[in-house]
Structure formats: C-alpha cells, structure tokens
C-alpha cells in the first residue's frame, strides 16, 4: 500500500463521505487499486454506492472487535479497481465497546499492518467527532485530508483537529502528516468565503489544495441514485472538480 | 419550566446549531425567559453569542462530572431573556468518563429535575453523533425538535434517529415526543428538496413543521460577530424564518 489516507473533520457535514466516495472513485478511475473504509456509523460512504447497510453481513465493527480479516469483510462497489469495507449500524455500539479495551486507539492501525493487500491507496471516511473511531483511524493512517467548508463554524474547529493530530504524532502515530486541506461546498459569490480562505492560507500555507470543490447540487443528487459522481455526471462542475482533485493528490504523492 | 426541548440529529451539518441558537433568541425575543444549553463539544452554540470558549470556567461538564449546579454555570447571552449553560473542550472527555459511571443516561434529567429556575424553555443543543451526550438530552428532554437538510444522507439517517428516541421513550423517558421536524436550508429550486419533502411528510405528517428555513448567508455570516441573526440582519430571509419558526413553535404548545 502507498499511502492510507484519512478523511476528517469533527465539524458536520463539510464533505466528508462526499469527498471520500468521489475521490476514491477518481483515483480508481487512474488505475490506482483503491480501498474505501466507511468508518462512520451513519454508513453514508456504503450508501454512497447503493449498497443497503442492512444487508452488510460483516462491516467495520466486525475488523475492530471480532477481529474478521479485511479479506472477508471487502465488498466491491461496481467501480473497478475500487472496494469498500463496508459500515452497518452495529459501529455505533463499537465506540463504547472500544473503551475499555487493550489499546484502543491502535487496532485498525494494527489490522492495517499485517494487511498484504495489493491495493495502492486506502481511504478512510470518518464520523463528525474526534471519538475512537476516529483516534482509531489517524492511528492508523499516513496522512489526513481535512475537507472545510469556508464557514465561520468550521474554521472555528480547525484548532482543536490540529491538537489532536499533534497528540496522536507525539503518542500513537509519528508518521501522522497532514495531506491537506481541502475547501467544500465553495461558494465564489460569498465574502465569508473569501475571508475564511485567507485565514486558512495563513495557518496551512502550501497544504491548502489548490482544486477547490464548488457546491453543485449533482454531487447531492449522486448518492440518492447509489453512485460516485463520475457514473452519475461526469460533464457536471462537481465531478471535474474531484477529478482535479484527484490527479492534484497523485501530483503532490509523486506521481504524474 | 414549561418545555425542555433537545434539537438532535446525527447526521452532521444540518443546521442544529443555528436552529438552537435562533429559536432560543426568538422565544426570548417574545418574551419567554428561555435557557439554551450547549451540550456539544465543538461548542459552536457558545461562540455564536461571541462567548470565548477558552474563557468559560465551568460548562456542561462541570454540571456531568463534577456535579455542579445551574445556577454556578449559567452565563448571559446578551439577549435579553436568553442566559446559556456554555460548553468547552472539556466536554470532549465526558464521553469516555460517563461510560463507567452509574446510571450514566440520567445525569442531565436528574439536574434539570432538582432546578427550580424560572426558566419557561429549555433548548438543548446537540452534537452529531447517538452518543453519551445526546443521549442525556434525549433522556432529559420533554420533546425533540429535529432539524433535516432536504438532502439524500440526511435522509437515511432519519430511521436510526426515531429508533433511538423509539428506545429512549421505552426505557428512560416514557413522555419523550417528537416536538417536529424541521426542513433547513432548504432551496426551492432543486427537484432533489421537493423528493425529500414528499418522504418525510408520509413518515411523520403533521409532524413536519410549516416553517421552512430558506439557505441564506445572513444565518452563516451571524456568528461569525458573536450574534444571533435577529441582531446580526434582522429583516433577512433567515431571520424572518426564524421568527416564524418562534411562533409556529408556540402556537403547537398552545400558546398564541
Ligand atoms: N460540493 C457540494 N455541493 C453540494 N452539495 C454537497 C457538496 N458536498 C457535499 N454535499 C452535500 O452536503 C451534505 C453534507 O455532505 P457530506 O454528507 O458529504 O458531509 P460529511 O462531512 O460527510 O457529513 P457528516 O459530518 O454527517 O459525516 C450531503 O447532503 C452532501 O450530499
Ligand atoms: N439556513 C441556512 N442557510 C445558510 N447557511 C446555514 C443555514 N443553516 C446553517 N447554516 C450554516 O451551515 C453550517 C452548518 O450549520 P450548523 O453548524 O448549524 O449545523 P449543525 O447541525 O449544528 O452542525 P454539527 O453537526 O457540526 O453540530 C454552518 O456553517 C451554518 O452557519
Ligand atoms: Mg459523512
Ligand atoms: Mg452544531
């Protein structure tokens, strides 16, 4: 595996699952192998594919507490060179389950490690909360992208996401870099926007991504029909956007 | 206390905040002495009235944890008639420290039973998640006033929710109701609104609220100045909105 990358921000609904599904989608797209880890108990990642949570045998919960293998848990998702470790809703019982367990915030890092996998890139789809599922993932990944809406309440949480990225560097996870940030649901018109996006530059300077994503009602309107939105419509703003995105990750990974 | 009423869903980013925060104003604004508590980490409800986190001595975790009253927590808002129960980083760590304790669910229902304020509304800001903290304010609540973005993934998150609430009447707080659901930022011009709008009105019928909260910058920009929207742009759309929101909610409790 090259790179595991994880998809957090404690703050809801920045875009997310949006960023994860699509990303990996692009990435698959380029020939890279891709895996999606939806590690959020809502499931939207799963959904985002048309694949009903309720029909999902073995998810998530199954590799942190049961100890399943990522072979028996993988799914595909009808998007070749991409498969998904799908979530149900047994993962909201795994927060508390995860407490009082022997080093909690290491077992995905852990299954990860002993994972011989052929996939080049793992992407990781984490809940609104710096709870264990998420320690659990930054423990676990190389990197993280941070998507951001250009908000007054989400700049207002980036501080407490960088502390806690610091924390698990010094503890858990030295390794632990941020891939960047990555702003959602853009809005050029907005002067908010533009204010939010001079505070970020100053604080993450070149991690900014430069591929900012536009709100553009097809990426909300993908998932009701349980697809990517490279199947749904590639022409739209929104797709070419994460196709940006995705040949600017590869850029910034070394690969042209 | 007339009503205790939590503002709950996990789904992330739906507008939970910006509802507590605008409706508590407007109650307050009619003249009902109301009391909003911020009970989620990210203490967004708090910065919205310009209250600097890091300067808040005791929050709702002191009230959790360290079984302080009311009383030694309350601070005012600015808006008359509207005092706040702030909340700050310390309320990341409730989570894992209630898991062990006694009759961890009841904590916030025993202290609001024992208050003899003169409170007549009592709105409960919730994070996005079914945890710990949103389970105490469902368990402490009266009725739970639901928030949803006329979006696919809100959707979906909707059955786990009234599952939950479902549980919660069933096992600690047999008077829970669903006080309404309540269709937020919500664009007329999509078709994917209107599809959302005709699911939700079979699932919950009069349930759903007649107020609509249009997408409006003015409701994002608010906070940004530590202001509810009725100071912050009074005659906007989303203010209007939330004054309406105000009275629709009285009227449904019988009060014109
Ligand atoms: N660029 C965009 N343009 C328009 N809509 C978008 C965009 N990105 C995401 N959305 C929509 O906004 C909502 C929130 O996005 P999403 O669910 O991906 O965020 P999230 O951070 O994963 O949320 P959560 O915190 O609940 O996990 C969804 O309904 C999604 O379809
Ligand atoms: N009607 C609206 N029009 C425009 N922007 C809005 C509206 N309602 C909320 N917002 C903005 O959308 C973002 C999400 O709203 P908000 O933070 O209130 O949601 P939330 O459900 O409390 O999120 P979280 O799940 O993180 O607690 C915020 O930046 C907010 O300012
Ligand atoms: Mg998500
Ligand atoms: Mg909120």
Redesign the pocket.
Known sequence: VNKIVA?A?Q???????????NLASYLAHFGKETLLVDM?P?S?STSGFGIEKSSVKRSCYDILINNATIEETILPTGVDWLDIIPANRDLIGAEVELVNTISRETRLKKIFKNFQGSYKYIII????SLSLLTLNSLTAANSVLI?LQAEFYSLEGISELTNTINLIREDLNPGLEIEGVLL???DTRLTLSSQVVEEIGKFFKDKVYQTV???????????SFGKPVIFYDPESK?AK?YQNLAREFLKRNGIE
């Open positions: 998809i921000n703050k809801g609904g920045v875009g997310k699952t949006t960023t994860a599904v959020d809502q939207n789809d984490c809940p609104p998507p959602t649901m853009y994503i536009p709100r553009n009602v097809r990426l909300a309107e993908a998932p929104g956007a």
